[in-house]
């Protein structure tokens, strides 16, 4: 993942403890995301298990896909309240969204274990805010993540907001995951073809 | 300078530093690398892309591979993660391999690694399970990771880690015998909430804790996770040590140490068991927390004894001590974590009868050893909740569609509570079962 210095696209607002179960199923599990084909499996099935009432807050209801494309969301960028990512190790839940065409989440704060799939597999940017978003931006809102700044500016209403800085995870998140961030760290050689 | 937590200490020693600090970034030596089916083929796929198609893993000894997930299925694409699986492990040559259809197939990894001798005090496992905590009950550092951190780990032995701060958790008093260790960790993930213990360690202390077997201990480390929890972990004692030493195949040597007197713990709760009392966790999260009195009645479908956290031989004597004699009102499904604790329940008697007898003349079904409906599953996973049933079940997770159907209610609750609700249809107070 080379990082960009914008991410500008229409987001898709989420609750809390948005778990595992819900960014991808168990039975959607059986995919192997080392296959190209199978990969994209798996944006397909990204965010099936949110109740519906759940899906595309403050309203719900609103699904993650439209006719058309079943595979890639129209939405971008998804803000989420506490604990997004809570719930299983399955890597298939950041890889769901990075397939369904999803370059950024901005919640409250992770899980753990999220949190380190996202970041050491370079599927996309896990940002913190300290406000509490999800009441302040509405499904189908244009935004734009300014990387450098750490701001994030809602277009369709015109308010400003600071996430929090990436911090420690930035050289990660930088260099693209946890493999070129070893190596350049000197812990890791990959194969001389 | 203040002392160590046990989990900063075998952190430090793993980094082959004298100390860490919460908030230390770490690179780790890892003892063990656990995989299974649902994360394995990916995780093979990352070190193969990344290490080279001929690479060879770190140290065969050390990688130990469980497929537990989607064992009883028809899902061809289910079946052939298996096979890949298999053919890693005939490519690498590794030996700690418990493949299905041979008489090695274990079950739920966890279990799996316990009952084979793969947990030790004082080492470092990672596993491609969130509930890898598990084997914090031994006094270890165990915690779940995701492909790209195991296909990284498979290649190098090593990872980098946070270093947690530690919550303490402190029990004091013994055990009635109408409470188990699930209504323990219940209490504590509804005081803190399912985000209380994130990016933290959860260490279990006092004389409550000291008082349960291993499996107990496991059903408590198994569930930090479920708080947010980075580990859990109980201090090996006599208890720890005889376990380990029975099942330590290889008779690697390991280390036993525990907390300083002086460590800082940055958090304390201190619980009396003889003021708890049975607990739920009501839908749709582990922290809903509900005591049993206050939803006596509640109609249930199904009841569910099962999973690494609950399908244990402490848990099936629970619930046969309640379930003896008795008819149940709803389906009700036993799933045996293990192929072990399936025999157990063939050998092991209640007034005369076998286990596996109790609960099939209580009208149970009993399905083969794996993670089955625990966790949904394919469709016609033994025990999976396709319709928007209500099952009170002894595992892990609650969330919306964990077991299946999306709009299905799961109830969370000890082996005694989910037997005493299967007789009755409903909700029900296991006290009732002790006058």
């Known amino acids: ?193 | 300078m203040a002392g160590m937590t046990l989990t900063e200490k075998i952190l430090a020693k793993h980094a082959q530093r004298a100390r860490v600090a919460p908030g230390d970034n770490i690179w780790v030596d890892i003892d063990v690398l656990m995989t299974h089916d649902v994360c394995g083929p990916g995780t093979i796929g990352v070190f193969h892309k990344q290490f080279g198609k001929n690479a060879k893993v770190w140290d065969r000894d050390k990688v130990v591979i469980i497929p537990d997930h989607y064992i009883f299925t028809a899902d061809a694409m289910a079946n052939r993660n298996v096979d890949v699986l298999r053919a890693f492990v005939k490519e690498q040559g590794l030996p700690h391999f418990y493949d299905v259809g041979t008489d090695r197939y274990k079950g739920v990894c966890h279990i799996a690694l316990a009952e084979e001798g793969h947990t030790r005090p004082g080492e470092l496992l990672l596993g491609t399970d969130s509930h890898t905590c598990n084997a914090g009950a031994f006094g270890e550092f165990a915690t779940g990771i995701g492909n790209t951190d195991a296909g990284f780990v498979m290649g190098t032995g090593k990872l980098w880690l946070k270093t947690p701060p530690t919550m303490r958790f402190v029990f004091h008093g013994e055990l009635p015998p109408w409470l188990m260790a699930k209504d323990m960790i219940l209490s504590v993930i509804g005081d803190i909430g399912c985000d209380g213990a994130t990016y933290k360690a959860m260490e279990f202390d006092g004389q409550g804790v000291f008082g349960l077997n291993m499996e107990e201990r496991m059903t408590l480390c198994n569930m930090v996770i479920e708080a947010g929890g980075k580990n859990g972990v109980i201090a090996p004692d006599q208890v720890t040590l005889d376990y380990v030493n029975a099942r330590n195949k290889s008779g690697k040597k390991y280390e036993v140490t525990q907390s300083d007197g002086d460590a800082t713990f940055e958090f304390e709760k201190v619980y009396d068991l003889s003021q708890l009392k049975p607990v739920v966790a009501k839908p749709h999260s582990p922290d809903n927390k509900a005591f049993v009195d206050e939803l006596v009645g509640t109609r249930l479908d199904r009841a569910y004894i099962g999973s690494c956290t609950g399908g244990k031989m402490t848990d099936f004597r629970a619930a046969a001590r309640v379930l003896n004699g008795h008819t149940v009102k709803v389906d009700t499904f036993i799933v045996p974590a293990t192929t072990e604790i399936a025999k157990n329940l063939k050998t092991e008697t209640l007034d005369g009868k076998s286990l596996e007898q109790v609960f099939l003349n209580a009208g149970a079904k009993i399905g083969e050893a794996s993670c089955a409906a625990c966790l949904g599953g394919p469709g016609d996973t033994f025990g999976r909740l396709n319709a928007a049933l209500r099952c009170i079940s002894t595992t892990n997770r609650n969330f919306p569609g964990r077991m299946g159907h999306k709009e299905a209610e799961v109830f969370l609750a000890s082996p005694l509570t989910v037997a005493a609700s299967a007789l009755n249809g409903s909700i029900t107070d296991p006290r009732e079962y002790f006058a």
């Open chain 1, 1 to 193: 993942m080379k990082l960009p210095e914008i991410i500008r696209g229409k987001v898709y607002v989420l609750g809390d403890n948005v778990d595992t179960d819900q960014i991808i199923p168990a039975q959607y599990l059986t995919f192997n995301p080392s296959i190209p084909e199978e990969y994209r499996q798996f944006g397909k099935y990204a965010l099936i298990g949110v109740p519906a009432s759940q899906g595309g807050l403050p309203k719900g209801h609103i699904p993650f896909h439209e006719a058309g494309d079943e595979f890639v969301s129209p939405y971008t960028i998804i803000v989420a309240g506490k604990n997004f990512g809570c719930g299983s190790s399955r890597e298939h839940a950041p890889i769901a969204l990075d397939a369904a065409g999803i370059k950024a989440v901005i919640a409250e704060f992770y899980a753990r274990i999220f949190f380190r799939n996202a970041v050491n597999g370079g599927y996309l940017i896990p940002f913190e805010t300290p406000a509490r978003l999800i009441e302040k931006v509405c499904t189908g809102d244009v935004l734009r993540i300014e990387l450098a700044t750490s701001t994030m500016v809602n277009e369709t209403t015109g308010e400003q907001f600071l996430l929090r800085s990436l911090g420690e995870v930035a050289p990660i998140i930088e260099t693209g995951g946890l493999f070129p961030y070893a190596e350049k760290a000197g812990m890791f050689s990959p194969p001389s073809h």
